[in-house]
């Protein structure tokens, strides 16, 4: 008996160990050298989303073209507003029903204000300026949406009409088949530079 209680060991360890070897090589291998020779793959030949699309600016991060951040200059173009108050720890939409009173009210609110900033008429006020994403950090607005907003940041920085809708073309982007968006981000900067040079002093 104890031979037979024996050999049922030795033959039950047998029987474990490629389980437990596989296990051990697919930890190691999938879990640990796959995730980082992707993550190296990433790194190389997309090293800008593989960080986080972080912007440097005189050595310094200021800001990511994946994450939307407010800005209330007139200068700049806004972006949607944001239930979350544009911090990524608490991405959110608001929750509220289109039939909600309190979310009938603040769009009502916002679509006056809007209009009266851009100089536009409530009606012609882009849908997205006046509704929070799902994110709270869609970093996004429709083309109708910047194109509304041209006009008064053209006269806040003092520049022609076309640097800032040049700014706008450049950072507007599309899939075939899908309406255009404008990375709010890529445009405020630009139009930091293109102050910037109309303000340099000639050479």
Known sequence: MNTLHSNHLLQS????????????????GFGGLYSLAATGIGRVLFPSQATGSI??????PVASLLVAQPFADPRYLQPRPSAAGY???????????????????RIALARGEIAARDG??????????ITQSGSGLDPHVSEQAASQQVGRIARARGIP???????VAQAT???LG???????????LALDDATRDALAPAQ
């Open 55 to 60: 912007v440097v600016r005189d050595g310094k």
């Open 13 to 28: 360890r047998g029987a474990w160990r490629p389980a437990l070897v596989l296990a051990a090589i697919a930890l190691l």
């Open 120 to 129: 536009i008429a409530p009606t012609a006020v882009a849908a997205d300026l």
């Open 161 to 167: 009409v076309a640097r800032v809708r040049d700014a």
């Open 87 to 105: 911090d990524p720890m608490a991405a959110a939409g608001s929750n509220q029903a289109r039939t909600n009173p309190d979310a009938i009210a």
């Open 173 to 175: 982007q599309g899939s």
């Open 178 to 188: 899908s309406p255009s968006y404008v990375n709010v981000v890529k445009v405020n």
